[in-house]
C-alpha cells in the first residue's frame, strides 16, 4: 500500500546529541514537509523540500537541518543546538494540488 | 505576518450538527484545507477550498468566502468518534513555494 512511513515512533535524546528522524513515502509526490506539534500550538513547519536536491527553511529552522537526496526520503536532524526539542514532529508529502497526507509522526522526549 | 483564527474548543451532542469557524489575514493565498486529528495521531485531509461557496462531502461540509477572510466547517449527524480536534490551514504561494499554514486547531467533543 502506498503511504508515508515515519520512523521511529518514540524517540529519546540526550543533552548534547544530535538525532535524526526518518521519513519515507512510496506516493511518488514531490513536495516533502517537516512539521512540529507542542501542545496548544497547532503545526509550524520546519523544512520542506519541493524537488530533489532543494530544500527552504520554514518558520521554525533554527537548531535542525535536513537533507533530500531522494525523492522518496526526506530525513529531518535534530540538533544539539535546539534547545527545546521535546514534541511531536510530523512529515507530510503532496503532490502539485497541494494536498498533504501525513506520517503517523515521531514523539521526541529529552532524557 | 499570517494570522489564523479558530476557537479553542467546543462540545456538541451526539446527532446534533456543528459549526467550526476559521478566520484568517494573509497574503499570497491560494485556498483553505480542513484537516481531522485524533489524539496522539497524524492529521487526516478532510476538505479543500480554493473557490468561495460550499463543498459537500457526506457529513462534513466547507464553505469559503475569500472576501471576508472566512471559512467554516460543518458536521452533521454527529458522532462520537467525531470528537477530535479540527485543524483549519490556509495554502500560500511565494517565491514559486506553496506552504500549509495551520492554525492552532479546535478541540470538538462529542457527548451522548
Known amino acids: 500500500d502506498g503511504g508515508i512511513t515515519q520512523s521511529p515512533k518514540y524517540l529519546f535524546r540526550k543533552e548534547g546529541q544530535n538525532v535524526t528522524l526518518s521519513c519515507e513515502q512510496n506516493l511518488n509526490h514531490d513536495a516533502m514537509y517537516w512539521y512540529r506539534q507542542d501542545p496548544g500550538q497547532g503545526l509550524r513547519l520546519i523544512y520542506y523540500?519541493?524537488?530533489?536536491?532543494?530544500?527552504q527553511k520554514g518558520d521554525i529552522a533554527e537548531g535542525y537541518s535536513v537533507s533530500r537526496e531522494k525523492k522518496e526520503s526526506f530525513p529531518l536532524t535534530v540538533t544539539s543546538a535546539q534547545k527545546n526539542p521535546t514534541a511531536f514532529y510530523l512529515c507530510?508529502?503532496?503532490?502539485?494540488?497541494?494536498?498533504?497526507?501525513f506520517g503517523a509522526g515521531t514523539r521526541l522526549s529529552v532524557l | 505576518g499570517q494570522n489564523i483564527d479558530q476557537p479553542t474548543e467546543m462540545t456538541a451532542t451526539e446527532g446534533a450538527i456543528v459549526q467550526i469557524n476559521c478566520t484568517y489575514q494573509?497574503?499570497?493565498?491560494?485556498?483553505l484545507f480542513w484537516y481531522q486529528q485524533h489524539a496522539g495521531e497524524a492529521p487526516t485531509f478532510l476538505s479543500y477550498?480554493?473557490?468561495?461557496g460550499l463543498e459537500e462531502k457526506g457529513r462534513f461540509s466547507s464553505f469559503l468566502s475569500r472576501s471576508k477572510g472566512y471559512s467554516y466547517l460543518l458536521l452533521k449527524e454527529l458522532q462520537m468518534k467525531d470528537s477530535a480536534s479540527y485543524l483549519c490551514a490556509v495554502s500560500l504561494t511565494y517565491s514559486g513555494y506553496s506552504t500549509l499554514t495551520f492554525g492552532k486547531g479546535t478541540m470538538l467533543l462529542v457527548s451522548p
Open positions: 477550498n480554493v473557490l468561495d
Open positions: 494573509t497574503s499570497g493565498f491560494n485556498g
Open positions: 523540500s519541493q524537488i530533489v536536491n532543494d530544500f
Open positions: 507530510a508529502s503532496s503532490r502539485t494540488d497541494n494536498i498533504q497526507y
